[in-house]
């Protein structure tokens, strides 16, 4: 692919991703078909600060849990009303790296 077309995605994208996960990032951009480059585009990545504002409000009730795909943990959040509210206030410090975790899963799957 184009490093141009691959800089102009990470500027753009670089935020549902690590940092130190960028550079690994590019470099399977760079060696990407450029066909697959409208299917990267139609990844459903998920905003690390939308998702803690979600766990802020409703963290309780494990909706950032199921928002990023951890059903299994929303669940047993859910039926533990948050852990006693302990769960809830740990998420609101682990929650960002958790769902740029999952951002970098999806990528690498289509990569």
């Given amino acids: ?3 141009q077309k691959v800089d102009m995605y990470l500027m753009t ?3 549902f991703f690590e940092g130190h996960q960028i550079p690994v990032i ?3 951009l760079l060696a990407m078909d450029e066909t697959r480059f409208t299917q990267l585009h139609a990844l459903n990545l998920k905003d690390p600060t939308t998702i803690l504002i979600v766990s802020i409000v409703g963290g309780g009730l494990a909706i950032d849990r199921f928002m990023i795909g951890d059903t299994g943990l929303a669940i047993a959040k859910l039926l533990t009303c948050g852990g006693l509210g ?3 206030i740990v998420d609101w410090f682990i929650i960002m790296g958790r769902t740029r975790e999952v951002n970098a899963t999806k990528f690498f799957q289509l990569a």
């Fill in 1 to 3: 692919m184009d490093a």
């Fill in 86 to 88: 302990i769960w809830t």
């Fill in 26 to 28: 590019r470099e399977k």
């Fill in 13 to 15: 994208n670089g935020k």
